[in-house]
C-alpha cells in the first residue's frame, strides 16, 4: 500500500469517539446508582418486613435467696439425734452424731401407712372387720410371755380396722402389728420387704425394718429419714385422729391409754413413742399462725439414761415449745413490686410488676426462690396487661402469681428497624 493510503484521524472523528465513552460512562453509573437503589430498598423492604426480637428480661429479684434475718434456734435435745420440721414449711435442722439406730415402736407408724394403703378408711370410717384367729391369739400370747408391749385379744373377737390401728398405736400393741401384717401381705416376711421398698421409694437410704413393731435389733434408721415417715403419717387425718387420742376403749382389753403421755403438753398432739434400750419420740405439736393450723414435728432417737422413754418425752416437750415460737407471716412480695423489667428495642426498660402481695409462713433462713415465665409475644400489650407469671416458692410452700406491664409495649419505630441489622 502507498504511503499517501494511509488512515488518518480528523478531528471531527476524535470528537466522536471521545462523546461515546462518555455516553456509556454515564449510562453505567445510571445502571450502578439504579442497582443501589435498588439494594437499598430491598434491604428496607427485609428489614420492616422480618421478625424483630422479643425484649430481654432483666430481673430485679434474684431466683434464690433465703429470708434474711437471724435463723431460729431449736431446742435440741441434749443427749440424742434430732431433726426437726414445720409440716407443709420447711425443715428446720438436724441435731446431734447421727448413725442409724434401733426406732423400738416409731416403725408402727409405718405399719398404719402401709395398712392404709392397702385398706383406705376416711375419717369417720370403722373399715373392714377382721376375726382373731387361734394363730392371732398365740401371737399374743407369745408376745405377753416375751414382756413386749401388748393388747390383748380373744380367739373369735372381731375388730375391725379402726380398732386395730387404736390398739396398734395408742397402747403400742406389738402383737396387733403381726396381725396387720399378716392380714395386710400374707405373712410377716412379705410385709416387712414392702416396709423396706416403701422405705426406698421415699429415699430413705439410712433405714432397714426388720419387722413391723420395731422389736428387733435390725430395725434401724435415723431421724431425718423417720421425719418424713411422721409427715406422711400427721398427714392422714385417720392416723392423725387415732394418735392424739389420750385412750380408746376396746371389747377385750378394755380402755387402754396412750403411751405418749407427753399429749396436751405444749399442744402436743401426736405421734408415736418408742422404747427398747433406748427411747424414742416422733413428737407433733399443733402451732397456730394466722388463720392456719400447723404441725410442728420433730424426730427423737437414740435417748438414754435409766428411764430413756420419760427423757426423751420430756425432750420432745421442750422441743415442742420452742417450735411454737418459729414460723410467722411474712410478706414476701408486694403488689405492685418491680420484679424485672423489659428492655425493649428503641424503648425505655419497661417495669414488670406482680399483680398482688403474697404472704407466706416463714422464718429467718428458709429458702425462697422466683421464676418469672414471660408470654412469647408482648408487642403491643397495653399498660397493666397480663404479661406472664412467676412461680414463688418459700420453703415448700408454692405460689403462682400473675405478671404485669406498667406501661404499653411498643412496637420497635421504623428507624431503628431500618438501623438494627
Known sequence: MARGDQWVATKGSRRSYSGRNSTMLARRLLV????????????????????????????????????????????????AEAAAEILGVGLLGQHGDLHETEIASVTKMTTALLTLK???????ESGPNLTMTPQDYQIYVNDK????????????EVLSEEQLLELLLIPSADNIATVLARWDAGSVSRFVN???????SLGLHHTHYGDPSGVTPSTLSIPRDQLKIEALFMSNPVLANIAAMPQATLPVVGTVYNVN?????????????????????????????????????????????????INALHDGE???????????????????????YLDVPGSNPDPVV???????????????????????????????AKVGTATLTVGEQLKIVPLKVANAVAHPSIVWRLTHF
Open 145 to 156: 410371755n416375751a414382756n413386749d408391749s401388748v393388747g390383748a385379744i380373744r380367739e373369735g
Open 261 to 309: 403421755y407427753a399429749l396436751g403438753h405444749d399442744n402436743i398432739v401426736g405421734a408415736k413413742t418408742g422404747s427398747i434400750l433406748t427411747g424414742s419420740f416422733a413428737m407433733a405439736t399443733q402451732i397456730k399462725v394466722g388463720q392456719s393450723n400447723l404441725y410442728g414435728l420433730g424426730t427423737i432417737l437414740d435417748v438414754g439414761g435409766v428411764e430413756p422413754l
Open 354 to 384: 406482680a399483680t398482688e402481695s403474697v404472704t407466706e409462713i416463714g422464718w429467718p433462713g428458709l429458702t425462697e426462690s422466683f421464676t418469672p415465665t414471660l408470654a412469647k409475644t408482648v408487642y403491643g400489650l397495653p399498660a397493666g
Open 118 to 124: 392397702a385398706h383406705p378408711i376416711s375419717l369417720g
Open 194 to 200: 414392702e416396709m423396706n421398698s416403701f422405705a426406698q
Open 32 to 79: 450502578a446508582v439504579l442497582v443501589v437503589i435498588l439494594i437499598l430498598g430491598l434491604g428496607s423492604i427485609v428489614q420492616l418486613v422480618r421478625g424483630v426480637p422479643n425484649p430481654t428480661y432483666t430481673a430485679s429479684l434474684a431466683s434464690s435467696s433465703t429470708i434474711p434475718g437471724t435463723p431460729p434456734t431449736v431446742a435440741w435435745p441434749a443427749h
Open 318 to 340: 421442750t422441743m415442742a415449745k420452742s417450735l411454737q415460737t418459729i414460723p410467722r407471716e411474712l410478706t414476701v412480695l408486694r403488689k405492685g413490686q418491680v420484679v424485672g
